[in-house]
């Protein structure tokens, strides 16, 4: 018999442990959040609140639906509180020594036979995998941010995966009504094997002085008819998150195309992270975004 998975335990409630737990909790999981404090739980749930509000206020989903899917997400201030669940995420900053600590600590408390799984977007599931008591049971589930609104999951099994734990995350992925891709156990696997060096040629092209913030993320906005600029996409997601995903190709994969710029090295060094710092490739600190080269 296929394992199933009911309740959905979350590390980190971040914009992706939050977005995973909101998500979930829509699909009809429970769900149990687990950060550093009780306070960050709390912030996240009532984000969870005002975003699942809006989506009444646009017909997206009734008043009842809303506050059941709030019903369904509790705090577990401590890895003991996760101990019932049947799939925990761990969705903390993308930093590998940090991962591996909260993935050997929260093994200790969770049942024998649930399946633990890392949101991480480029580091190897194998790696990570050893460091649990429970390889066979891990599994790469990598959610594209922002997650209520990508459709996209991507699934990496690492060498020791089996086959019942990827089924379960797979049925977990289709039920929250996202689309599965299957990648290899390879560095920053598909997605951001192809967007992460993009987005680095693009703050190279920046550091050579080719073009303007403004004149690169209009190009392709234009010219390739991107959603949004790559400078624009870099402070999205943080830059410090884009050095740590081309830190890891360009050590897993040994090849100099893979380099971080310069640029972004000192970007991240001088704490300009992007949107959440307010300073990034744009100044954000007005309310209006004004490009800061």
Known sequence: MTFEIRKIGVVGSGQMGSGIAQVSAIGGFDVVMN????DRINAAIAKIDGNLSRLVERDAMTAAEKAAAIARIKPAPAFKDLGNADLVIE??????????????EVCLSMKKDAVIATNTSSISITRLASTTDRASRFIGIHFMNPVPRMQLVELIRGIATDDETFAAARVYIETLGKTVTVSEDFPAFIVNRILLPMVNEAIYTLYEGVGTVDAIDTAMRLGANHPMGPLQLADFIGLDTCLSIMQVLHEGLADSKYRPCPLLVKYVEAGWLGRKTQRGFYDYRSGAPIPTR
Request: charged residues 40%; proline residues 0%; hydrophobic residues 40%.
């Open 35 to 38: 950060d550093i404090s009780l």
């Open 91 to 104: 969705a903390a900053t993308e930093n590998e020594e940090i991962k591996r600590k909260i993935l050997s």
